[in-house]
């Protein structure tokens, strides 16, 4: 239940760009509905999955091994001496005594606390002392006059080369916990960051390819051949969010980072990797568990679970039409520009993708997504309407997120040994209380918030919000038609959904000349994610992420693993929740009264926080539209 509701519900990212960028509000009733349907609906897809990615034993979910540790820990459900092992007891005084050292007399619990209370203190400084450690790029400091030293260095603004954090929220914020991905799936990641955000980005960028140079490196804004903040309203007919050609034409197409532009050609590139490595890799797989439920590849968690009554599939059914009733009611009964059949076609968009997606999850813990897909289909049916691309994109991305969201707490219920009847009811009842307090939030913060959701919030900055934001106007106010046509500048960003399809085909065949060579651990989509996160993660944060990931799953795994397994997802657990309480209290306490800490060298009054002023400028030193 806690899961259901512990993280944000995309459709309040739709609220709050029609709030911002098309002075639209759906008021309580439409969002709660546009909300709750979307989630539900994505619930109701989980049924289908259940023998695919949660009855499998190859389907870890490696996030639910932080949780059912912490748990097993709060609820004592293993004994220190369960979870050590066979311990070699050797370690005596003179008198026969024993000595155990401190590592293994601390209990999970005690050490859970320990980490809370440290990580607690410590959130202090990140979070509102000392906020420079959210990214120490130190090569900015060599010559704050540079922008080409800026736009290297920065690890918020630009490629972060050499940049790190010293924040575990940060290294967090737009990835699952690093203490339980394994190491195969670090060094892809960093991989993929390196060839696109370290090489192809300044590559791209210093050979002006996209007319790259008018603009910064990196940023989700969008801007006007001359440089400035492209005005959506010119473009728009007066009163209505439809795209006046006339007008569009008379004034500028749309243009983008270069950083921006590379992160589409990404998303099309994982996207094209994921449906050949599906086919390939895990096709036959796919195919027998269609011809039988049960094909043998079931763990004890399987077999202890056959003493539940497991959830019909009638229930998942009944789940579906309610959910889509209220779909459909929010679609026609509020202004969302949506057609219903459009609602159909999402639905099928979402059922296409959630198995392959979902494959890619269940054993690296990484979220890919079908958004990028979904504003092209919507945008070349539609074109011109922004808002309905919006939504379209929301229901057929949420869906897909939510199917896979139950069906990791499936698994985390199958590993905890919690009746599926009862998980299902909770999961309902969280989603449904989440949607309140989501909406009334929202309504908070833009109530009392100035300037929230933009450069002048922060840190209310709302970055997911900015992405899709800019995506309506890309995809849904000029379309793909004029975004890829030979005129446009980024004619060349769809080829990237081809190449992504092509290159696991020569890696599998390579893979099964050699399965037992290091080419087993090649992970195309994988790869491919490594820039994921980025615009708007902050750059510093994947070096630091596969940094603590190496060291834990990697180094300490293999040299001191019998303290690995005792706490290495204890450690997790506390860093976490200490993050969470932490940036509760001061949020509450400080932020929420207007009580800043006072400007010093570590928090600065103006400019941005890692100390890197010019990387939000264009490589010619013209200030160029950054806020």
Not at 261 to 288: E, F, P
Not at 501 to 518: A, D, E, M, T, V
Not at 589 to 596: E, G
């Amino acid at each position: 239940m806690a899961n259901s509701a512990a993280t944000t519900a995309m459709g309040i990212d739709i609220i709050v760009i029609q709030r911002l960028f098309f002075n639209l509000n759906l008021g309580w009733g439409g969002g709660f509905l546009l909300v709750i349907s979307s989630q539900i609906l994505g619930y109701s897809f989980a049924g289908l999955l259940r023998r695919f990615l949660v009855t499998p034993s190859s389907m870890i979910w490696p996030t639910n091994l932080v949780n059912s540790t912490l748990f097993n820990t709060l609820h004592g459900r293993m004994s220190p001496a369960a979870v050590e092992g066979d311990e070699n007891n050797d370690n005596t005084n003179g008198d026969g005594e024993q000595r155990k050292p401190f590592w293994k007399r601390l209990t999970r619990g005690k050490f859970f606390l320990l980490v809370f209370a440290c990580s607690f203190v410590y959130y202090w400084l990140p979070g509102y002392i000392f906020p420079l450690l959210v990214s120490i790029s130190w090569i900015c400091w060599t010559n704050k006059k540079s922008v080409t030293v800026s736009q290297i260095g920065s690890g918020l603004h630009g490629l972060g080369i050499g940049s790190f954090a010293l924040d575990w929220n940060t290294v967090v914020s737009f990835l699952p916990t690093p203490l339980s991905i394994p190491v195969w799936a670090h060094l892809n990641m960093l991989a993929g960051f390196v060839t696109f955000i370290w090489i192809l980005v300044p590559a791209f960028y210093w050979t002006n390819t996209y007319n790259a140079k008018q603009f910064p490196i990196y940023n989700t804004k969008l801007y006007d051949q001359w440089g400035n903040k492209y005005n959506t309203t010119r473009v728009m007919v007066p009163g209505k969010n439809i795209l006046d050609r006339e007008a569009y034409d008379n004034y500028s197409p749309v243009f983008q980072t270069v950083f921006f532009a590379l992160c589409y050609g990404q998303g099309l590139a994982t996207l094209g990797a994921i449906i050949s490595h599906t086919v390939l890799y895990h096709g036959r797989d796919i195919v027998k568990r269609l011809k039988n439920a049960r094909s043998g590849d079931e763990d004890i968690h399987a077999r202890l679970m056959r003493a539940y009554k497991e959830v019909p599939d009638w229930w998942y059914a009944v789940l579906f039409v309610v959910a889509f009733a209220l779909a459909m009611v929010t679609i026609t009964c509020f202004p969302t520009d949506m057609p219903w059949w459009s609602l159909i076609l999402a639905l099928v968009l979402a059922i296409g993708f959630t198995l392959p997606l979902g494959l890619i999850m269940a054993v690296t813990s990484q979220n890919p997504s079908i958004s990028m897909i979904a504003e092209w289909v919507m945008g070349a049916i539609l074109p011109g309407r922004p808002v309905a691309n919006l939504m379209f994109k929301n229901f057929s991305t949420v869906i897909c997120q939510q199917a896979l969201g139950l069906t990791q707490d499936l698994k985390l219920g199958h590993y905890m040994k919690v009746p599926p009847r009862e998980l299902f009811i909770f999961q309902i009842t969280g989603t449904l209380l989440a949607g309140i307090v989501n909406l009334a939030t929202t309504n908070y913060l833009f109530d009392n918030i100035p300037n929230v959701c933009t450069d002048e919030g922060y840190p209310w900055t709302c970055p997911n919000a900015s992405i899709w934001g800019a995506g309506s106007i890309i995809w849904g106010v000029v379309g793909p038609k004029e975004y890829f046509s030979s005129k446009s500048v980024y004619h060349s960003v769809p080829f990237f959904l081809l190449i992504g399809f092509l290159i696991p085909i020569p890696i599998y065949f390579l893979y099964r000349w050699r399965p037992k060579s290091w080419l087993q651990h090649i992970h195309v989509p994988v790869f491919m994610l490594g820039p994921g996160p980025y615009p708007p993660a902050p750059t510093s944060e994947l070096p630091t992420w596969v940094a603590i990931g190496l060291v834990f799953n990697g180094y300490i795994k293999r040299y001191y693993n019998k303290w690995w397994r005792k706490f290495n997802y204890v450690l997790s657990a506390g860093l976490d929740s200490g993050v969470a309480i932490c940036a509760l209290v001061i949020f509450f306490a400080l932020q929420n009264q207007n009580t800043a800490f006072p400007s010093w060298w570590g928090n600065p009054a103006e400019g941005p926080v890692d100390q890197c002023p010019l990387a939000t400028v264009a490589v010619s030193g013209v200030n160029a539209y950054t806020s």
